[in-house]
């Protein structure tokens, strides 16, 4: 088992930043953030592989968004820049300890969840 803990959220004016932080329990393979807006389906924002440190980015947060990680504290990063109102939702990271076949911008990628964290962001 793998215990995630996201934080960081809150209210910002558009083109202000925010940093998530996401402290897992244990090493991942991967780990990644999602984000719900309300009525809408969860959406991928970002992944990072802990082993080469690639990161791939959904197209709607590409240059605004950027991850990273901290091997030796098991934490990955979201920082997040130029925000927009449609950028508001709650964000979630996910982990996973193994490999998967499925994309990672699906949600069936993931093993493990944090509880998510509110960014509203107004215009």
């Known amino acids: 088992q793998v215990q995630l803990a996201d934080s960081g959220g809150g209210s910002v004016q558009a083109g202000g930043s925010l940093r998530l932080s996401c402290a897992a329990s244990?090493?991942?393979?991967?780990t990644g953030w999602f984000r719900q807006a309300p009525g809408k389906e969860r959406e991928a924002v970002a992944v990072?592989?802990?082993?080469?440190?690639?990161?791939y980015y959904d197209v709607s947060v590409k240059g605004r968004f950027t991850i990273s990680r901290d091997n030796a504290n098991n934490t990955v990063f979201l920082q997040m820049d130029s925000l927009k109102p449609e950028d508001t939702a709650m964000y979630f990271c996910a982990a996973a300890r193994e490999s998967s076949r499925r994309s990672w911008m699906t949600v069936g990628a993931y093993e493990y969840w944090g509880q998510g964290t509110q960014v509203t962001v107004s215009s």
């Open positions: 990072i592989y802990t082993n080469g440190g690639s990161a």
């Open positions: 244990a090493p991942t393979y991967k």
